[in-house]
T-cell receptor
């Protein structure tokens, strides 16, 4: 069982380019999340999905979009990347939303130049 | 509003010393959950513990122990006889299951360095 996989592992991107970070889980969890981690700021929630077909905005959603077409996949798209989106991005999932433990993928290190 | 404060940005101790990482939280809800996660130098986030607001019993798991005190809104984490492999960033987190955003709020983390 892989748990949560993220791709790519790392990416360098020119400003203005479109980029999709992929996240797949094989635990049949209902809820999935995207966080960004920046030095000194901990993890901040970008978007979440409590179940397939629904999504919601987190703390820092601007510049990002998500979709949840099925249970397993939760891609994060940067429509037009900017340098301030340089960060480490973590995908997570939990059995359901709210109080359940979230399990994290290995992360994607994104650099926008 | 939810808030998690980890006032200790960095801690450095010598191997075999005991060390306590502080976590103070704010919430208006009576039902909530607290978590600790470990992020070793390799970068992944490892779940350590989940505790609900109705269970104030302290928890011990090997060299790790957690002290939950509702009276002071604290959920501190102690490592006994620390080892170099304990070097990591540790995050405390809080969730309110009935909040609209269905999320966990993380503290900013404490970087723990264990010197041999």
């Amino acid at each position: 069982i892989a748990g949560i996989t993220q791709a790519p592992t790392s990416q360098i991107l020119a400003a203005g380019r479109r980029m999709t970070l992929r996240c797949t889980q094989d635990m049949r969890h209902n809820a999935m999340y995207w966080y960004r981690q920046d030095l000194g700021l901990g993890l901040r929630l970008i978007h979440y999905s409590n179940t397939a077909g629904t999504t919601g905005k987190g703390e820092v959603p601007d510049g990002y979009s998500v979709s949840r077409a099925n249970t397993d996949d939760f891609p994060l798209t940067l429509a037009s990347a900017v340098p301030s989106q340089t960060s480490v991005y973590f995908c997570a999932s939990s059995e359901s939303g709210g109080e359940d433990t979230q399990y994290f993928g290995p992360g994607t290190r994104l650099t926008v130049l | 509003a939810q808030k998690v404060t980890q006032a200790q940005t960095e801690i450095s101790v010598v191997e075999k010393e005991d060390v306590t990482l502080d976590c103070v939280y704010e919430t208006r809800d009576t039902t909530y959950y607290l978590f600790w996660y470990k992020q070793p130098p390799s970068g992944e986030l490892v779940f350590l513990i989940r505790r609900n607001s109705f269970d104030e019993q302290n928890e011990i798991s090997g060299r790790y122990s957690w002290n939950f005190q509702k009276s002071t809104s604290s959920f501190n984490f102690t490592i006994t006889a620390s080892q170099v492999v304990d070097s990591a960033v540790y995050f405390c987190a809080l969730s309110e299951p009935h909040s609209s955003a269905s999320k966990i709020i993380f503290g900013s983390g404490t970087r723990l360095s264990i010197r041999p």
